[in-house]
């Protein structure tokens, strides 16, 4: 083993080389073992005594040589005194089939050394020297193996001041790769993922090309999860990048049956589990959703365009969720009448016909569809079958705009005045007066689910933007900012979207107006303060050359519909316009965006869906 064995027992050493007809020369055994015990080597021993090996790799037949190589030491360093009786019971022992010494492994280096057949590497290039060189050799290996930590940094040092350019060329290539250690194939593959867990996707992306382990590592579904919860549906702290929320495209991955005969052939078990919608891999939705955030900010879609309005379309909604086979798509328009459109194939699956004037807006959901027109009526339909329900009369001069939440409905008027109607009570409810022009727009506060809608907003003709409390029936607060007619607003998570005919749209703080009721504490004062919200401009965007008539908003971004004919992308972060969409041959006067789509309608008779995810 160590060249301390050697020198105390030479003779013995010796003798036995000789019995083997290779006196003096050193086999690939020995060769693997001397440099092996460098592994056992720690650099924090205080230059103690080496530790041999007790057991060596590629070493097809163990000899009485091996054995003797690999005896244990002493506590001083040499040999035991009766090594040579230890050397024929550990002989017996292996012959029997019995371990009688426990194997000690090597470092992860050496480890590497062995698994990649670098000695015997060194073992061909050793026997093709002369004999007098391959001992000189195998002695210097010999005496390195053998020495402390302290000793061998002296002894490379010294051979480092030996050497010329060519040989320290040598090293520097040979030390490039040696010290390179893959932490992943020593670590747990549970501490791996912890450490890969720290990666954002494109490191995880370059990740997965290192090599066949890493790639495995890189494509665990747990390392995807978390990032997509990083990503979709939120701003990422790191990066600032949000996507899309597609959870639902998630579960609709095609069945894993192959064949319609081996369905057959299999048992009923299999067949159910063939059955079951297989869930796609995270790393699939994270790419689906980055390509799509990706098309967003570029401006990069498909353009579709649904032709059968006959004057200029005024209100749009869509929805991917209220059927299970396809979008569906509701506009309304001058030409008085209301249609529904199949959204993947663009065809009209019913006409509305019934108002006597104008159609100025609609809103539907998975049971019904109302509509509000210019001839003063609010109008209940059952859009599936395209059938009329009933007519709510509602403002005489005429119905401009709509919107309800759960069981309240609400509608604003030509005259100035916003009308709450509960379908609970049965009809109307009561009147807001207080706006002096045409009421453009209305937004109900709350989910219309489990929250309580307390607030309502308003856009008017007048300038101005209101805050309605519902339980007292009272203005709460007047918005003022714009110079010009306010045509749409959005509410979400306490901001307050507004766009107007003086060209900008504006971000107000409004707050969330949800508090626990009044117990007098400050923390209850405070935290109603920050429910109510400041009613300050947050931000106001700049970028339309003619007035906004309309516009939407998400968690990252904001859509607006201009007189200019153009459609614009906004960044929520910075206000900045990140897409202009151009197409629409007149004037854009109404929008609707969902995950990866806008749908738009203008005065040119024509509704367009601009789709992101293709």
Not at 547 to 566: F, I
Request: net charge neutral; proline share 4%.
């Amino acid at each position: 083993m160590p060249a301390a064995h050697q020198t105390t027992e030479p003779e013995a050493h010796t003798a036995w080389s000789a019995g083997t007809g290779r006196a003096g020369s050193t086999s690939e055994a020995q060769t693997n073992e001397l440099l092996h015990t460098n592994g056992e080597h720690s650099d924090e021993d205080g230059g103690g005594p080496v530790q041999p090996h007790h057991e060596l790799l590629h070493t097809t037949q163990e000899t009485p040589e091996v054995l003797w190589r690999a005896s244990p030491p002493a506590e001083d360093g040499k040999p035991h005194e009766g090594g040579a009786e230890w050397i024929e019971g550990q002989w017996k022992a292996r012959a029997r089939g019995v371990d009688a010494a426990p194997a000690r492994k090597l470092c992860v280096r050496h480890q590497r050394m062995a698994d990649e057949g670098t000695n015997l590497k060194l073992q061909q290039s050793l026997d093709a020297l002369p004999e007098d060189d391959r001992s000189s050799i195998s002695q210097i290996w010999s005496n390195f193996s053998a020495s402390p930590h302290s000793r061998r940094a002296l002894i490379l040092q010294g051979l480092l001041t030996m050497c010329c350019f060519s040989q320290l060329s040598l090293l520097t290539e040979q030390l490039s790769q040696l010290i390179r250690i893959d932490p992943f194939a020593v670590l747990p593959r549970e501490v791996s993922l912890k450490v890969a867990g720290y990666l954002d996707a494109t490191s995880l992306c370059r990740a997965a090309q290192v090599s066949k382990r890493w790639r495995c590592l890189a494509d665990d579904d747990v390392l995807w999860r978390g990032i997509c919860e990083q990503h979709i549906g939120q701003r990422c702290k790191k990066c600032g990048w949000s996507l899309p929320v597609l959870e639902k495209k998630r579960k609709r991955a095609g069945s894993p049956c192959s064949s319609s005969q081996d369905s057959e052939e299999a048992p009923p078990a299999a067949k159910r589990a063939r059955l079951r919608p297989a869930l796609r891999p995270w790393k699939d939705v994270y790419s689906e959703r980055m390509t799509v955030e990706q098309n967003w900010r570029r401006g990069r879609c498909t353009v579709a365009e649904l032709k059968g309005h006959t004057d200029g379309v005024m209100c749009v909604q869509y929805s991917d969720e209220v059927h299970p086979s396809f979008g569906v798509l509701i506009s309304g328009s001058y030409d008085r009448t209301v249609r529904v459109w199949n959204m993947n194939t663009g065809a009209q699956l019913h006409c509305l016909t019934g108002h006597t004037r104008a159609v100025r807006a609609l809103q539907f959901d998975d049971v019904k569809l109302i509509t509000g027109g210019m001839d003063g009526t609010l109008k209940v339909w059952d859009w599936r079958r395209g059938e009329f329900i009933r007519t709510l009369p509602a403002h005489p001069q005429g119905v401009v705009s709509l919107h309800f939440r759960g069981n309240i409905l609400a509608s604003g008027g030509v005259e100035g005045l916003v009308k709450v109607w509960s379908t609970e009570a049965g009809g109307y409810t009561f009147t807001l007066a207080g706006h002096t022009d045409w009421v453009n727009a209305v937004q109900l506060d709350g989910d219309g689910a489990g929250e309580e809608t307390r607030r309502l907003f308003s856009g008017s003709d007048d300038g101005t933007i209101r805050e309605w409390c519902l339980r007292d029936r009272t203005c709460t607060r007047i918005l003022q900012g714009h110079v010009a007619q306010v045509q749409s607003i959005r509410l979400r998570e306490g901001i307050l979207i507004t766009g107007s005919l003086d060209n900008t749209i504006k971000e107000w703080d409004v707050g969330t107006g949800v508090y626990a009721e009044d117990s007098g504490s400050a923390d209850n004062v405070e935290e109603r303060e920050k429910a109510k919200g400041t009613g300050k401009t947050l931000k106001t965007y700049f970028g339309h050359i003619e007035g906004v008539w309309g516009v939407e908003v998400d968690k990252t971004r904001v859509v607006s519909a201009s007189h200019d004919r153009t459609v614009k992308v906004w960044s929520r972060e910075d206000g900045r316009c990140i897409a202009t969409l151009v197409g629409h041959q007149a004037a854009v006067s109404c929008l609707a965006i969902g995950e990866e789509r806008i749908v738009s309608g203008g005065d040119d008779n024509v509704v367009r869906i601009w789709s992101f995810g293709e």
